[in-house]
């Protein structure tokens, strides 16, 4: 059993930078994937970022490749989202979700979710 809880959304504005954290509970955190996702207003929840359980390996969707940098400090149980370059559409509900054994860019193959944390960019 894996609990979730992010931290570090807020308002910003277009061009700023975020930080997101998810504090893992449970000894079993480094045997996780971990993934970031995000939802607007009306529509899907969309995959953002995903890293395996060493942080050796990460993946991004195409929306934010270049802007975003998803990093894990398993001795703190904690996986970082970094945000850069926010754009107006990066404004969602940003959750982390943990799996076991491979990451995923599918929200249906993550086992643990957070309450999620709100990020809104202004223009």
């Known amino acids: 059993q894996v609990q979730l809880v992010e931290s570090g959304g807020g308002l910003v504005q277009a061009g700023g930078s975020l930080r997101l954290s998810c504090a893992a509970s449970?000894?079993?955190?480094?045997?996780?994937?971990m993934g970031w996702f995000r939802q607007a207003p009306g529509k899907e929840r969309d995959f953002v970022a995903a890293i395996n359980w060493s942080g050796s390996s990460t993946y991004y969707g195409d929306s934010v490749k270049g802007r975003f940098t998803i990093t894990r400090d398993n001795a703190k149980n904690t996986v970082y989202l970094q945000m850069n370059s926010l754009k107006p559409e990066d404004t969602a509900v940003y959750y982390c979700?943990?799996?076991?054994?491979?990451?995923?860019?599918?929200?249906?193959?993550?086992?643990?979710w957070g309450q999620g944390t709100q990020v809104t960019v202004s223009s």
């Open positions: 979700a943990a799996k076991s054994r491979f990451y995923s860019d599918s929200a249906t193959t993550y086992n643990y």
């Open positions: 449970g000894r079993t955190f480094s045997s996780y994937a």
